[in-house]
């Protein structure tokens, strides 16, 4: 710890655990206390630390060839995007390493094809987002944000992006009729903002919308994606194929950056060779890890594991909340939940009750104030929730 305080950029603000093994929905300390995981690294360990066919994915390949960069083809890289798009049910993929990157590739797809395919005058295009959004941390991405700590002093910020509330389908109609409008890029549950989840329908029927007013309708699941809302993607929920689809974090179960963009042909067939890339997009490690994780969560059928565990984790929640008035209330899909706390944002309640949550063996933290993020990995079972359960009921009374 002291060495990251030393030496590192002081660009997060860490519970106090230094951690040293993780196995499932178990990490250890250096001191070799053990903990619940209820945060799956923002849910990109959705398969459990260190998953065994994951990392023997990882070490088979790293022996074998690791990067070749897109110069040259790979024998792993072919079938990682056919198994993506048959998964799916997207034509094409652009692979890429981070969350943010997979976005700021299809902020460029959907330019690229409002110019070449929509018609739309040259740089004039419009995104519409959400406010409250979180899509990464890159300048484009932040030129959007609303959220002070992520824009203050980073300017100037990159035009063409218009905002709206989110959950609230007129505003969207208002804004989307405009012919200089290419996409919409939207969160099916805000996940940073404090897992906020639209009214029922909401998603359809912007879809609807962007059909309608011929504006691509981009999904960004990194999240939200691969079981952890109960469903293969959040926006199954509503049976939405989405023009863009952007994955990340679990798309290689925690042990590798991976990142995907997918989009049927007649919109990623507007990237030419040499317009868009990178040099560990696609690379065989991600590619093979990638396509073991994802068989992982359909072998395991964790998306109704978590579906089932998500209801099992909310309703003893609800009971505590019924008993304990510092829990306001619960709110989630599968196993993307937070737990409102009673509280202003300013207090420290939140970090308070994270940290008595740490000394009696579960990691959990807060996000913009009073609300805790509880997103265990997917494998998580009954009596491991009661058990952190009990926890958590034993940490708020005492509060
Ligand atoms: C919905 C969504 N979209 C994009 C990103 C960006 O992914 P990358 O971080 O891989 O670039 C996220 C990331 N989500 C996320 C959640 C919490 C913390 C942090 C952090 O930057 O420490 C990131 C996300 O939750």
């Not at 969160?187 to 359809?204: F, H, S």
């Not at 306001?328 to 207090?347: C, E, H, Y």
Request: hydrophobic content about 40%.
């Amino acid at each position: 710890m002291d060495l990251e305080k030393q030496f590192g950029a002081n660009n997060y603000h860490p519970i106090p655990a230094v951690l040293q093994k993780g196995k499932g929905v178990y990490v250890w300390d250096t001191e070799g206390k053990k903990y619940f995981d209820f945060l799956a690294a923002y849910s990109a360990v959705n398969q459990g630390h260190c998953h065994p066919r994951i990392v023997a994915a990882l070490q088979k390949q790293s022996e074998e060839l690791t990067l070749t960069s897109r110069a040259f083809y790979n024998d792993k890289l072919g079938p990682f995007m056919s198994f993506l798009s048959h998964y799916f049910g997207l034509e094409k993929v652009l692979p890429m390493n981070t969350g943010a990157e997979g976005v700021e590739t299809a902020i460029k797809l959907c330019r690229k094809w409002g110019y070449e395919v929509k018609g739309i005058n040259k740089n004039k295009s419009k995104i519409v987002v959400c406010e409250n959004n979180f899509h990464g941390r890159t300048t484009t991405i932040i030129s959007f944000s609303n959220d002070k700590d992520a824009t203050e002093n980073f300017g100037p910020f990159t035009e063409g992006f218009v905002k709206i509330p989110y959950s609230n389908v007129s505003a969207l109609e208002k804004v989307v009729k405009d012919p200089e409008v290419v996409g919409f890029l939207v969160e099916p549950i805000q996940g940073e903002a404090g897992v906020y989840v639209p009214d029922d329908g909401y998603l359809k029927t912007c879809f609807e919308l962007c059909k309608s007013n011929n504006v691509l309708f981009i999904a960004d699941e990194i999240q939200t994606g691969l079981a952890r809302t109960g469903k293969r993607l959040a926006i199954d929920y509503e049976n939405i194929k989405p023009d863009i689809l952007i994955l990340g974090k679990a798309l290689s179960g925690g042990v590798y950056p991976v990142s995907a963009v997918l989009a049927d042909a007649c919109i990623m067939d507007v990237i030419k060779p040499g317009q868009h890339g990178s040099t560990y997009g696609g690379n065989p490690i991600a590619a093979r890890v990638s396509i073991e994780a994802l068989k992982v969560i359909e072998e395991e059928k964790l998306s109704d594991h978590s579906y089932k565990m998500g209801a099992f984790l909310r309703s003893g929640l609800d009971n505590i909340s019924k008993k304990n008035n510092i829990l306001n209330f619960v709110r989630g899909k599968g196993l993307m939940n937070a737990m409102i706390i009673n509280d202003t944002p300013q207090s420290d309640t939140a970090w308070n009750i994270c940290l008595a949550l740490k000394n009696k063996g579960l990691l959990a933290k807060p996000t913009h104030g009073n609300i805790i993020r509880l997103s265990p990995p997917l494998v998580i079972t009954k009596p491991q929730l009661e058990e952190a359960l009990n926890i958590i009921s034993d940490v708020l009374k005492s509060f």
